[in-house]
């Protein structure tokens, strides 16, 4: 059953993501796997435990990858 606004219209859900594995994460990030596994256990990369394995939503990704943009930019740093 699709959920309703207040008005009483149906609201559609938006489109399931696919997850991405830490590899993937890795390549994204143009860094190690274990460096994106040091991320998640750091709390600085949310991401979602299925068993052993990592997976990170791409949109926790890429809000990851605009906070370290903005850092870098608000230091002087970045371009």
């Not at 435990?49 to 002087?76: C, E, I, Y």
């Amino acid at each position: 059953m699709m959920p309703l606004d207040p008005l009483g219209s149906p609201v559609p859900h938006p489109p399931m993501q696919r997850l991405l594995e830490v590899h993937e994460v890795a390549y994204y990030l143009k860094c190690s796997q274990e460096t994106v596994r040091r991320l998640i256990r750091e709390g600085k990369l949310t991401a979602i435990r299925l068993g052993t394995q990592w997976r990170v939503d791409p949109l926790d990704l890429k809000a990851f990858m605009d906070a370290h943009r903005q850092a870098s930019n608000g230091n002087g740093h970045g371009a």
